[in-house]
């Protein structure tokens, strides 16, 4: 699952990148997957569902908590905030990969209780080469040990004003 997909990115690359693997987008604003439709229907990609709704409303949809093995998302907020955004969605033994700009050691530290509230473990962070992305990236890489309980996440807008 991609949360907050915007145009696609990384999404739609692993999806090309790995045709059999099935793909779920969701982004917030209808315009944004609309395009995403038309992106699916142009490329011919199978496979891919698009959802358009807040991710914390989706997030407590049955048919899409804690069922993908990985969970990725881009730069959409600090990483409190992703942990709360993508975890939910994020089976037991799957992985919620986060990509973030610059020195993040200090958020990283404020993130780990909420990594744990949530039901993650934080595993490692991974460089991105700049030849492959421009800036100084990383990608961090979370574990889901157990499930994230039912309240997470908070409705919309209490995760970004009172991040965990």
């Known amino acids: 699952a991609d949360i907050g997909t915007g145009a696609g990115f990384p999404g739609v690359p692993l999806k090309i990148l790995f045709p059999d693997m099935?793909?779920?987008?969701?982004?917030?604003?209808?315009k944004k997957t609309a395009f995403l439709q038309h992106l699916r229907d142009v490329l011919k990609l199978r496979g891919v569902s698009i959802y358009t709704d807040r991710a914390e409303h989706l997030a407590h949809a049955p048919v899409l908590r804690e069922r993908f093995d990985a969970v990725v998302s881009r730069a959409v907020g600090s990483l409190?905030?992703?942990?709360?955004?993508t975890l939910p969605f994020c089976r037991i033994g799957g992985h919620t990969i986060l990509l973030k700009k610059g020195d993040i050691s200090h958020e990283l530290e404020g993130a780990q209780a909420a990594f744990a509230t949530l039901g993650g473990r934080f595993l490692e962070t991974r460089s991105i080469s700049s030849d492959v992305l421009d800036g100084e990236r990383v990608l961090v890489v979370v574990e889901k040990v157990e499930s994230t309980p039912k309240r997470y996440p908070r409705r919309v807008g209490i995760p970004a004003k009172?991040?965990?």
Do not use: C, G, M, Y
């Open 22 to 30: 099935a793909l779920t987008l969701i982004d917030s604003v209808a």
């Open 80 to 85: 409190r905030l992703l942990a709360e955004l």
């Open 162 to 164: 009172r991040p965990l």
